[in-house]
């Protein structure tokens, strides 16, 4: 039944991110809901119906993509929607909590009285695990340009972001490159589950790597 629920699911999303940009296509879902599976069967550890289907969902009813209205409207219809799939009240209510608030500019604003799953933990750390390696650099670049922001400009300084609205406001003013230092590299330090610390450690080691060789290389041409 699981299985059923899933692939309904992943037809309702598959159809949504085609709206979406390269960097947040349904490809980038596909490696998050693998990256979840793939902790929870290590962590073993956590309901799997709601960990794949927040990883399919997780991005959803993120506020970089949608209108507070809109998202308002997506997430009433989001609720009819999986309680059309069999799926229990409680289990809806958990799967739209992940979709709510998993994203990474609502994290900055979270209270110290935060409501942790072992579920969410595991969405989360999919989806920033997502954020961190080779292929994090290629959505990077991707995105920003979407955005209409310059690759790279040495007098845009990095910020430090400490709210949901200054993480958004930088797609007005920042670059491609400062992603790195205002996001991507700081992520390995918010990892929850232990056994993916370390894998975390060894993406952002990659990742300094490849900012350091930019930065020569953007000294070396000039």
């Excluded at 799997?48 to 219809?77: Q, V």
């Excluded at 920003?144 to 790279?152: D, E, S």
């Excluded at 609205?165 to 205002?182: C, I």
Aim: hydrophobic share 45%.
């Amino acid at each position: 039944m699981n299985q059923v629920i899933i692939t309904k699911i992943e037809q309702y999303v598959r159809w949504e991110m085609d709206e979406l940009c390269a960097a947040h296509d349904f490809q980038h879902i596909q490696r998050v809901v693998i990256n979840a599976k793939k902790i929870h069967n290590q962590e073993k550890t956590g309901n799997i119906l709601i960990i794949e289907a927040g990883a399919l969902l997780h991005e959803s009813l993120d506020e970089k993509f949608f209108d507070a209205w809109w998202i308002k409207e997506k997430k009433a219809d989001l609720r009819i929607t999986l309680e059309s799939f069999w799926i229990t009240t409680q289990e809806v209510q958990e799967i739209i909590f992940i979709a709510e608030n998993v994203w990474y500019g609502k994290s900055l604003e979270r209270a110290h009285d935060f409501q942790w799953s072992i579920e969410f933990m595991i969405v989360e750390d999919a989806d920033r695990l997502e954020a961190i390696w080779a292929i994090a650099i290629a959505r990077t670049f991707t995105y920003w340009w979407k955005k209409g922001r310059p690759i790279h400009d040495p007098k845009i300084i990095p910020k430090i972001i400490r709210s949901k609205d200054e993480y958004y406001q930088r797609s007005q003013d920042s670059t491609s490159f400062n992603h790195f230092a205002e996001k991507l590299l700081l992520l390995k330090d918010m990892m929850h589950t232990n056994a993916w610390k370390t894998i975390a450690e060894s993406r952002h080691d990659f990742m300094q790597l490849y900012v350091n060789e930019f930065l020569a290389e953007w000294d070396w041409i000039r």
